[in-house]
């Protein structure tokens, strides 16, 4: 077992880990961070997506010993203190972004990552930079609207 | 027939945002393998890696003594608490099927297949377990090919003596719904005789399937990420031999189905078997691999057409010879899938001969069973692609040909060739505000230039003109059909003391946003708030009775059974309000929520009567102190989307690229209660649709291991991968349910494969090219024109296409796509696959 300490949506923790656990079985199991999820087992989806110190990672490709001493915000860590819907989630729910829901967590990591590389990007460029985040439900379309749409020019 | 009633509609027809997404865009989900119960175990499961074998011998010692390892269950161990899955669609009376346990007891029957359960106190330790079991196989011979399977040879299942499960046939002239096709074929002008194939396909639905089982309680509570939460525990009940009031199904928050969660699985069965035998909750959630490789597939069926027509382009006949292969086993729909494509060949033509003949096939390979659109894709693509080859051959526009062809808006209703009753369409309205959209005269003529130019990017245009028949389903139609179950949804309505209401339906949604829309339904209905409204689903014990979501169903069938259990509670409020006014009943009439005395301003809310009744202190003498209902609708007709999809594509000849420059789709689906949903719905389902025309291909080696085993090699498109599509509407209301709607779940999946592959073959048709199989990867169409340009066609009797996929990364491109194909089309399916 590793002793890792990790600040998880403002709130400090530390555990004991099996070395070979992953960040996202550490923020389910450990954590109990279950809005992060997990869709495949290949770095393909992008469903356990997070932000490590405010930058995107697949959760599932990175163990948590890795994550040690570092800053992790998961769709759950958000919302304002009072509740309040991040720009990104009110995107999503305002242009239809989602259906199952279940892309959604790592989808909405992904395109605040996205606008934080480069505020004003073009369609192409959100569609380019969502490339690593599989839906099935939404065909994109309402996804990119979304994103435009808390962009810098974007219509929000 | 009922026709559609004229009412004020506040709710109904507007963008309402959806209430599911508070939940879904913050975190605070409910999917299965979030669930976590006092002292569950973990299980994991031990898969065959052959495809054909017999279990020469299971050492499960080495697993038993693991760290955290509780049990380690084999085919034997449970071989009499398992019982055999269900298949609830015997399509004829001679079917074959072969005995389907969830564990392999003695033989396994495709790569995949689970022959062992690890039974853990965490998944770690369970998935470590899994490499301690020695499994000895004895090889048998892989049956991999339908089309030989067909012929006989080697056989997938020994003891039913034949590959072959069941022949299934339409025939116009027998039914008397139409003339002879084959004195239709050799009386004809034209004959196009044409094989298409339709490639293997993964539902791949984004959250893996998962269950959880508490054996604890006086019912046995299964969680599952199912899309038939009232199937699953009835057929739970039956496949293991429990009655079925011990069981409580649930379907929490469920992340997609397509299809691919229309099943009782194996994983269910063996959770539930586990659970009850050890006494503790068990969960067992399968990795994506898993699910690519054992949650069963769709489509995988050759279909061979043969269209005659006059000179002028007017068919005459369209015979129909299809193999369907089943896999290694009938999942709980299989042998019904390529049927239910049965009535939608002749599409939206009018058509004066049919013959459709079906052979569902075993092989060792997972089995098949529901996808998006299930049958109809397979039709629709068929037709839609033949239809474009009828046109060459008169030598008019494919358009020209369609109208030629298709239903008039008049003609309706419209008794097909195949013995279904279309009620509403305007062909005619969809495509002129499709073709106005799209652009069509302009893109014509630049099709016409770039050819002109020997442009090295040639542009394609393809037509998609579709119909579906949808909200499965009447029952007697099913019971026609030799289906087990019938086609009726239920819904009941909960007045509560505070005015608020409890909607229960028995479908099951899992994306499609009925929290939502069945809210605006009541809302109308009842004149109550929409936030005043919440709509329960998904538990057995809450919602008792339903048959589920699927096939395009939930609106027009569960959608109508709310509205009659509305229309009840106003019936049974009626009464009491007349007393409570002291009025007459006749003379109230109830708008917007209220009771009104004519003539007068005396009124009363609907919720002031549920407070009333809950109180009961003064109610009409004999009067049931409850104004709640529940209704059970049986639709009397299918419904009949129908829909124009435009698609320009430029292709690359140079290096087989293909890029959609433009998707115009105008779909009828009739009337719309929330158009944000049905938008997105369209959207889904085109790149569903689209993906299989482009990108996606389940794909088995000669051993019968899957190759795409993975989302690296199994190709679901991303964002980078699609562009913006134009979608736009015609409401033809349904007139056979109140509603007036139709269904929109599938229609994009139905409609879109065909128009892309129509525009991949326009673009190329002046290389001498007519057919691209799909996936239409660059590899395939570099592959053909390089065979056209050499002259060289592809042997006609050595047809197809099966060849493994090179591992490629999930990209916008899918170069390394190693595939061959098929230059010229009229392939004979007896040639079958490498």
């Known amino acids: 077992m590793a002793r890792i300490n990790m600040v998880v949506d403002g709130v400090s923790y530390s555990d004991d880990v099996e070395p070979r656990t992953l960040l996202v079985q550490y923020l389910r199991e450990d954590v109990g961070k279950t809005g992060t999820v997990v869709g495949c087992d290949t770095s393909n989806c992008g469903a356990c997506t997070v932000l490590l110190d405010g930058v995107s990672v697949k959760s599932c490709t990175l163990l948590a010993v890795q994550a040690d001493g570092h800053e992790v915000t998961t769709i759950e860590g958000l919302s304002s203190s009072d509740g309040g819907l991040h720009p990104m989630q009110q995107a999503f729910h305002d242009n239809h972004a989602l259906q199952c829901g279940y892309c959604t967590p790592g989808m909405i990591m992904q395109s605040i990552d996205v606008l934080n590389s480069n505020p004003s990007p073009s369609e192409h460029e959100v569609r380019d930079g969502l490339e690593g985040n599989l839906c099935r439900c939404t065909g994109y379309q309402n996804i990119v609207k979304a994103v435009m749409s808390v962009s810098k020019g974007g219509a929000a | ?834």
Not at chain 2, 49 to 56: E, F, L, Q, S, T
Not at chain 2, 103 to 122: H, K, L, P
Not at chain 2, 347 to 363: D, E
Not at chain 2, 381 to 409: C, F, Q, S, T
Request: glycine share 8%; net charge negative.
């Open chain 2, 1 to 834: 027939m009922t026709t559609t009633e004229e009412r004020p509609a506040a709710e109904i027809g507007a963008p309402r945002r959806r209430k599911e997404d508070q939940r879904l865009i913050t975190g605070r989900t409910r999917w299965t393998d979030n669930i976590t119960l006092p002292g569950m175990l973990h299980l994991t499961m031990v898969r065959s890696p052959v495809a054909h074998g017999k279990i020469a011998s299971i050492d499960t010692e080495a697993a038993k003594a693991a760290p955290g390892v509780i049990a380690v269950i084999t085919g034997a161990d449970i071989a009499d608490e398992q019982g055999s899955l269900p298949c609830a669609w015997p399509i004829t009376p001679d079917q074959k099927a072969p005995p389907h346990p969830a564990v392999a007891v003695d033989t396994v029957n495709f790569a995949g297949e689970i022959v062992a359960c690890i039974v853990a106190r965490s998944p770690a330790e369970a998935r470590d377990a899994v490499e301690l079991v020695d499994v000895d196989y004895d090889d048998l011979p892989v049956v991999l090919d339908m089309a030989a399977a067909a012929q006989g040879g080697e056989l997938t299942h020994p003891d039913l003596g034949t590959n072959v499960s069941a022949t299934w046939v339409y025939d116009s002239a027998e039914a008397g719904t139409g003339s002879d096709v084959e004195a239709a074929i050799s009386s004809s002008d034209i004959v196009v005789e044409r094989t298409y194939r339709q490639q293997r396909l993964i539902p791949a639905f984004m959250e893996p399937r998962s269950v959880v089982c508490d054996p604890t309680g006086e019912q046995t509570t299964l969680w599952s990420a199912t899309q038939i939460p009232h199937i699953l525990r009835l057929m739970l009940a039956l496949t293991c031999g429990i009655s079925e009031s011990k069981v409580r199904v649930i379907a929490p928050d469920v992340g997609g189905g397509f299809g691919g969660k229309l099943q009782v699985t194996p994983e269910e069965v063996i959770t539930l078997v586990v659970a009850r035998r050890l006494g503790r909750p068990c969960k067992y959630t399968e990795t994506r691999s898993e699910s690519i490789m054992a949650a069963h597939h769709g489509r995988d069926q050759i279909q061979k057409l043969t269209l005659s027509a006059r000179r002028d382009g007017t068919v005459t006949g369209l015979k129909v010879e299809l193999l369907a292969d089943m896999g290694a086993y009938l999942g709980l729909v299989s042998p019904g899938i390529p049927i239910l494509g049965a009535f939608m060949y002749n599409s939206i033509y009018k058509f004066p001969a049919y013959r459709f003949v079906c052979t569902n096939v075993f092989t060792n390979k997972n089995w098949t069973d529901a996808y998006r659109g299930a049958g109809r894709p397979e039709a629709t693509y068929a037709i839609e692609r033949i239809m474009d080859e009828l046109a060459v051959e008169v030598g008019v526009d494919p358009m020209e040909i369609r109208e030629r062809n298709w239903i008039k808006h008049e003609e309706f209703p419209f008794s097909t060739v195949a013995g279904l009753e279309y009620d509403t369409g305007n062909y005619e309205a969809a495509t002129a505000r499709a073709k106005e959209l799209f652009g069509y005269d302009a893109l014509r003529a630049e099709q016409e230039q770039r050819r002109q130019s020997n442009d090295p990017v040639q542009l394609g245009i393809g037509i998609s003109t579709f119909t579906e028949m949808c909200g499965l389903a009447p029952s007697r139609v099913l019971g026609a059909l030799s289906y087990a179950a019938g086609g009726w949804e239920h819904a009941s309505v909960r007045m509560l003391p505070s005015g608020k209401v409890e909607v229960v339906t028995g479908t099951s949604p899992h994306g499609q946003g009925h929290e939502t829309a069945w809210g605006q339904i009541t809302a109308d209905r009842l004149g109550v708030p929409f936030d005043d409204i919440e709509v329960l689903h998904g538990d057995t014990q809450i919602s008792h009775k339903g048959l589920d979501s699927y096939g395009s169903r939930s609106l027009t069938v569960g959608g109508m059974a709310l509205v009659a259990a509305a229309d009840k509670v106003i019936e049974k409020a009626r009464p009491i309000a007349a007393h409570m006014l002291e009025a007459s009943v006749d003379d109230l009439e109830f708008t917007a929520g209220r009771f009104n005395v004519r003539g007068t301003d005396s009124s009363l809310g609907i919720g002031d009567i549920a407070l009333a009744v809950f109180a009961a202190h003064d109610l009409p003498f004999g009067v049931e102190p409850s104004i709640d209902a529940e209704a059970t609708f049986d639709p009397a007709n299918f419904s009949f989307p129908h829909g124009t999809h435009l698609c320009a594509i430029e292709v690359d000849t140079d290096t087989g690229a293909a890029k959609i420059r433009n998707y115009t789709c105008v779909d009828d689906i009739g009337n719309v209660i929330n158009p944000l949903i049905v938008e997105g719905q369209v959207h889904g389902g085109l790149v569903q649709g689209i993906a299989q025309a482009l990108f996606e291909e389940a794909v088995y080696d000669d051993s019968g291991t899957l190759v795409t085993g993975s989302f690296v090699d199994y190709l679901v498109p991303s964002a980078a991968d699609l562009l913006n599509f134009t979608t736009d509407r015609t409401e033809s209301p349904s007139t056979t349910n109140a509603l007036g709607v139709k269904g929109v779940g599938e229609a994009g999946t139905i409609a879109s494969t065909p128009a892309v592959v129509n525009a991949v073959v326009d673009a190329l048709r002046p290389l001498g090219i007519n057919d691209i199989e799909m996936p239409c990867s660059p590899y395939r169409i570099w592959t053909a024109i390089q065979a056209a340009s050499s002259g060289a066609k592809t042997p006609t009797d050595n047809p197809t296409v099966d060849e493994p996929a090179q591992p490629t990364h999930n990209a916008a491109t899918s170069e390394a796509m190693t595939t061959e194909t098929s230059g010229d089309n009229a392939i004979d399916t007896e040639g079958g696959r490498a």
